[in-house]
């Protein structure tokens, strides 16, 4: 039996879609489930995926400050009858 984790082994990821286009796609589609997205960018590339992904023209950071302001966001958008979910 081959070693799994062997540099020899090289699998084929064509015809998959990259990375940027699924995060477009899942995005396009939570948008048309009228979910709200909010967009924590832990690396600070304001990527066009992310910002098209936001729900908001704001891409929070991750300095307390921007957590607040996320945190006030997110309590001024949840009614009674929304649930929160967060997603890591």
Known sequence: M???F????????SGWPSVAG?????????????ILVYVVDVNGRATPEL???SSS???????EADM??????????????QR?????
């Open 51 to 53: 910002t098209g992904c």
């Open 68 to 81: 607040v302001a996320l945190r006030n966001v997110i309590l001024q958008n949840i009614s009674g009858s």
């Open 22 to 34: 699924y995060t477009v796609d899942v995005c396009k589609a939570m948008r048309a489930d009228n």
């Open 2 to 4: 081959s070693d799994p």
């Open 6 to 13: 062997s540099d020899q082994i090289k699998p084929d990821f």
């Open 84 to 88: 929160l979910r967060l997603l890591r």
């Open 57 to 63: 023209p704001t891409l929070y950071g991750t300095s």
